[in-house]
C-alpha cells in the first residue's frame, strides 16, 4: 500500500481526499499545512497519521513515497523540487506553475531525481469529458473540425469558499494570473488539448469586472498541424444563481466534426437540464446518461489514477511534457490579451518572439482566401500548359489514390471534362462513388450527375501535382461546373488534395 502525503489542506484538499477513503491500494499517510492547527483538524478528519507544519519535515519521513502538492501555484516550484530531491513521486495541482523558465526547473529535478510526475488536472478525469474523448477517438463525430465553450461564473450558489481562499486568489491574480483564464482557465485549456490536441496560436481579449475579475473574456485558438480551431466565452452573471455543490460556475462545450456534433452539458455546475453528453450523428439524437456526473468523482479518479502511475506505472494522465503544452497556451492567453495580437505558442520560448510572430504571420497570410490581393509576379508559375501532357495519366491514377475510408457513406456521380488535351482533345471521365468504393470510365454520358466539372488539361494537372490550389482555381473562375458544388467537399477529402 502507498503512503501519500498532501502539502496543502485547503478547500480543494477536501476533494482530493475522496481518493483515498476506504481505498486499498494506498492511504493518506501524512498532511502538512502552513497553519499547524489546520493540519492537525485534516489529519483527524482524513484518519492521517502524522500532521506537519512544515513540508521539508514531511518530505524528511521515509514511509511516505509521493506527495499531492496542493498548495498555491506560486509556490508550487519550490515544494516540487524539494520534493524530488528527497525521492517523492508528485502529483502538482495545475496550473504547474507561474511561467516556463519555473517549470523547466521542475523538470530538471524531477529527472534528476528519477521520479514520477503528474500534473492533476482533473477534467482529463470528469467522467462527460472523458466519454466525449471516447466516443471522438471511435469516430463518432468523423475528424474534429473545432469546438467551442461558453463558460459562466456567478457570486450566488455553490459551496462557501473560505475568505483564506479567496484572499491566495486575489493575491496571485494581483500579480497579472487571471482568476477565470489562467488559475480556473487550465482546466478549459487542458480540456481543449485533451480533446482536440496540442495549439498553435491564440488570440484572446480580456476585459475586466471591478478591476479583479477577468471577465468578460473571449479567447480565440488554432490547433496545430490542422484545420481545427476553437473558441470561448468567459462571462460573469452577477445576479445569477448557479446550482452547484462546488464553485459558482459551470461551462458548455460543443464539438462540430465531418459527421457529427457533440455537447457536453455537464461542468462544474448544473445548469442545463439534460443528459450530460449528446450527440447527434446527421440522423438523430444519442444521449448518454449512464455515468457519474458529480463533479467531485474526478478528483476521486484523478487521485486513484496518480495511485496507479507510483505503483504500477502506468502512464500519468498529464505528463510533465504535456502538462507543459497546457501551460504553454495558457500563457498564450494572458500575452495575446498584454500584447493586442495573435501569440504563437512556440514565440513564448524565443528570445525576440515579435520577430517569430511576424515572420510566421507572413508565410500563413498565403492561405488566406477572404482578402482581396493583386499577386506580386503574377506570370511566374502561370503557365500550365506545359502539364497537358500528364493530365490524362495523373487521372487515371487517381483510382489509387482514392480513400474509401474517408467517404464511407457518400454516394455520388461526378462528371470530369478536360479540354486542351496535346492536339486540341477533349476527354470525359465519369467517377462513380458508391459508399467508399469507386469505378471510372471515360468518354461515356451518363444519364445522371450530380456535379459535372469542365476544366484545362493542363491546368487540371497542376492540381494534381500541387503546383496550384484547387481552391484559388476555383475563385479565379477556371474551373467551370454544374450541379451540387458540395460535392466536391467529399471529392477533396476522397482524394487527399
Not at 477577468?214 to 468567459?234: E, I, L, Q, S
Amino acid at each position: 500500500m502507498a503512503n501519500i502525503g498532501f502539502i496543502g489542506c485547503g478547500c480543494i484538499a477536501e476533494l482530493h481526499a475522496r481518493a483515498y477513503a476506504n481505498y486499498d491500494k494506498a492511504r493518506l499517510y501524512a498532511v502538512c499545512d502552513a497553519e499547524e492547527d489546520k493540519a492537525e483538524s485534516r489529519r483527524k478528519q482524513w484518519g492521517a497519521e502524522k500532521a506537519y507544519s512544515r513540508y521539508q519535515d514531511m518530505l524528511e519521513y521515509p514511509n511516505i513515497s509521493a506527495v499531492e502538492i496542493l498548495t498555491p501555484y506560486d509556490t508550487h516550484e519550490a515544494i516540487a523540487i524539494a520534493a524530488a530531491q528527497a525521492g517523492k513521486h508528485i502529483a502538482c495541482q495545475k496550473p504547474m506553475t507561474l511561467n516556463l523558465a519555473s517549470a523547466r526547473r521542475i523538470k530538471d529535478a524531477v529527472d534528476k531525481a528519477g521520479v514520477k510526475f503528474q500534473l492533476t488536472e482533473i477534467y482529463a478525469h470528469y467522467p462527460p469529458i472523458v466519454r466525449a474523448k471516447q466516443l471522438i477517438d471511435a469516430g463518432a463525430i468523423g475528424e474534429p473540425a473545432g469546438m467551442r465553450f461558453d463558460y459562466v461564473a456567478s457570486p450566488r450558489g455553490g459551496w462557501d469558499v473560505p475568505p483564506s481562499t479567496y484572499q491566495q486568489q486575489t493575491r496571485i491574480a494581483g500579480l497579472g494570473y487571471g482568476l477565470e483564464t489562467f488559475d480556473h482557465g487550465h482546466h478549459e485549456w487542458a480540456t481543449v488539448w485533451y480533446l482536440l490536441g496540442d495549439v498553435a496560436r491564440v488570440c484572446a481579449w480580456i476585459d475586466s469586472t471591478d478591476g479583479v475579475l477577468d471577465t468578460p473574456a473571449t479567447v480565440m485558438w488554432k490547433h496545430k498541424g490542422n484545420k481545427r480551431y476553437g473558441a470561448c466565452d468567459f462571462l460573469f452573471a452577477d445576479d445569477l444563481p448557479i446550482p452547484t455543490r462546488y464553485y459558482s460556475n459551470d461551462e458548455l462545450y460543443h464539438i462540430v466534426g465531418s459527421r457529427g456534433i457533440l455537447q457536453i452539458n455537464r461542468g462544474t455546475g448544473d445548469l442545463m437540464d439534460a443528459p450530460p453528453v449528446s450527440l447527434f450523428d446527421g440522423r438523430q439524437w444519442t444521449h448518454f446518461g449512464d455515468m457519474e456526473t458529480d463533479w467531485g468523482q474526478a478528483f476521486v479518479n484523478a487521485g486513484r489514477h496518480f495511485v496507479d502511475v507510483v505503483t504500477e506505472g502506468v502512464k500519468a494522465s498529464l505528463t510533465f511534457d504535456e502538462g507543459y503544452e497546457v501551460l504553454r497556451f495558457a500563457l498564450a492567453v494572458m500575452e495575446s490579451a498584454r500584447r493586442r495580437r495573435e501569440v504563437y505558442l512556440d514565440e513564448l520560448e524565443h528570445p525576440f518572439p515579435s520577430i517569430v510572430n511576424l515572420l510566421r504571420r507572413r508565410r500563413e497570410r498565403k492561405s488566406c482566401i477572404v482578402a482581396p490581393r493583386t499577386p506580386r509576379f503574377g506570370w511566374l508559375g502561370g503557365d500550365t500548359d506545359k502539364y497537358a501532357p500528364q493530365a490524362e495519366p495523373l487521372t487515371a491514377s487517381l483510382i489509387d489514390r482514392f480513400d474509401g475510408s474517408a467517404v464511407p457513406d457518400w454516394q455520388c456521380v461526378i462528371s470530369l471534362t478536360l479540354t486542351g488535351l496535346p492536339g486540341n482533345g477533349t476527354r470525359r471521365y465519369v467517377f462513380h462513388f458508391d459508399c467508399g468504393r469507386l469505378t471510372v470510365g471515360t468518354d461515356a454520358s451518363p444519364e445522371k450527375t450530380d456535379l459535372s466539372v469542365e476544366i484545362d488539361a493542363g491546368l487540371w494537372a497542376a492540381i494534381l501535382l500541387k503546383k496550384k490550389r484547387i481552391e484559388m482555381t476555383i475563385l479565379q473562375g477556371k474551373i467551370k461546373y454544374e450541379g451540387r458544388a458540395e460535392e466536391g467537399l467529399y471529392l477533396k477529402k476522397a482524394f487527399h488534395f
